[in-house]
């Protein structure tokens, strides 16, 4: 028997709904590999950098701050040019950039320079992540946000496995400049690569099948909404307060909704966290530890690598465990970790407990950070989102400025790295109780 009528119309649908967005998220993904591996290549060349210039902690830690400061500055202003102009010459621009001044960071002559070029640098990458979250915005329906936020989240994690060894041989090889000469490379080329393969809208781009578009935007309509997804979690919907929130609509409506300032004020927590954990573990390795420079840059990447999964995890569970809810594994992420942060401070010197503690540390911060970038996109609409998340990255990056400069004054003090795991755990149980006063929204 041939298959009924309604399949048979359904066929030809089926067939040509192409899958662009995909390799769009691909080279997402291979783009924020790069930034995160321009901005966090620093951690594993402070060892050297102290060594030629003498530095204390504090001053190393200015060192990996000062990108923050300038990342923080340009996402708002980011925001709002990305909602006018779109994100494929800005994005262009910026990868171009901060792979200039990524060279740059080689030729420098004194700690000072340092400081300046690591400001230039955050300054310029700003731009970047608004443009990446804005496009999976554009690109994705609502049920596969965090899914497609969690693989782009994953190159934040792949980039810290890779670079601790690479940089680490690079260094040892050539010299810590040469991190930089060759980390800048592969930036110059996605540059060109972004600009030829991506468009801000899906609609824009000639890859894109009528099919592919309409289930991208399906979503934004409330007659394609799908019941069975909303249905209800019992006890869980009662704790994360899921319910209608009203959409912002209007850009005085982002700046005033505490909804966006309090996942901005977690994400702060989460990023002081996660950006003074990837500046400080390779010198906790080498000066608490006693391990080579060699095995700190094999046992610094375990982090990521549980970061790696988490990440991944996280955005598929978002998306089909709780059906798009994203306060769950954004509450899992500041509870288990800071309970991790305690589990490092008592693990013995035994390289592989400590590279287990690590990586668990790693997969529990990162279960929930996709959840933060897909959050904003519940109570927004298109054209908000990109000053929603550009607010959110502003005032959460700010704690990757903070965090590494306070992190070393202490070990000035202290020299007692517990006691900054310490400061890592209350931060995040600090991030805990916010992430319980957030309305969770229904999604269409």
């Known amino acids: 028997m041939g298959l009924p009528e309604s399949k048979l119309n359904a066929v030809p649908a089926l067939k040509k709904r192409s899958g662009y967005r995909w390799v769009v998220l691909g080279i997402i993904f291979l783009v924020y590999l790069v930034c995160m591996a321009d901005r966090t290549n620093i951690g594993v060349v402070l060892p050297f950098i102290k060594e030629d210039f003498s530095l204390n902690n504090f001053q190393a830690g200015a060192i990996a701050s000062f990108f923050f400061l300038g990342y923080a500055i340009t996402q708002i202003p980011?925001?709002?040019?990305?909602?006018?102009?779109?994100?494929?010459?800005?994005?262009?621009v910026a990868i171009l950039a901060f792979s200039v001044m990524t060279f740059l960071l080689g030729t420098v002559k004194s700690a000072t320079a340092l400081v300046l070029m690591r400001l230039g640098l955050g300054i310029t990458e700003g731009p970047a992540p608004v443009s990446m979250t804005s496009t999976i915005n554009q690109w994705f329906p609502a049920r596969e946000k965090a899914t497609a936020t969690g693989v782009y989240i994953a190159s934040t994690q792949l980039a810290p496995i890779i670079v601790p060894i690479l940089a680490t041989w690079i260094a040892i090889e050539f010299g810590w400049r040469y991190v930089f000469f060759f980390f800048a490379i592969p930036g110059i080329i996605l540059a060109v690569v972004w600009y030829l393969f991506v468009r801000s809208k899906p609609e824009e781009s000639p890859n894109v099948s009528q099919a592919e578009l309409e289930y991208i935007r399906q979503?934004?309509?409330?007659?394609?909404?799908?019941?069975?997804?909303q249905k209800s979690l019992g006890w869980i919907d009662k704790v994360i307060r899921y319910q209608k929130v009203q959409p912002l609509t209007t850009f005085k409506s982002v700046f005033t909704s505490w909804n966006?300032?309090?996942?901005?004020?977690?994400?702060?927590?989460?990023?002081?966290?996660?950006?003074?954990?990837?500046?400080?573990?390779?010198?906790?390795?080498?000066?608490?530890?006693?391990?080579?420079?060699?095995?700190m840059g094999i046992l610094a990447s375990t982090p990521a690598i549980g970061g790696l999964v988490g990440a991944i995890l996280g955005g598929i569970i978002s998306d089909k465990v709780f059906l798009k809810r994203r306060k769950p594994t954004m509450i899992m992420t500041a509870f288990f970790a800071a309970i991790m942060m305690f589990v490092v401070t008592n693990i013995p010197n035994n390289g592989v407990l400590i590279a287990i503690c690590l990586g668990l540390a790693g997969f529990f911060l990162n279960i929930g950070w996709p959840a933060f970038t897909a959050y904003p996109m519940g109570l927004t609409n298109r054209d908000t989102y990109p000053v929603a998340i550009a607010t959110v990255n502003s005032g959460g990056n700010l704690g990757g400025f903070f965090s590494p400069m306070i992190v070393g004054a202490m070990l000035d003090a202290t020299g007692n790295y517990n006691l900054a795991f310490g400061f890592f755990g209350v931060l995040l149980i600090l991030g805990f109780v916010v992430i319980l006063t957030l309305k969770e929204p229904v999604q269409n």
Not at 78 to 92: D, E, N, Q
């Open 219 to 229: 979503s934004e309509t409330a007659s394609d909404v799908n019941v069975g997804e």
């Open 260 to 295: 966006i300032l309090g996942n901005t004020l977690t994400y702060f927590f989460m990023n002081s966290v996660n950006y003074g954990l990837l500046t400080w573990v390779p010198m906790y390795l080498v000066n608490e530890k006693g391990y080579s420079l060699m095995k």
């Open 78 to 92: 980011a925001g709002f040019m990305l909602g006018k102009k779109g994100s494929r010459g800005i994005a262009t």
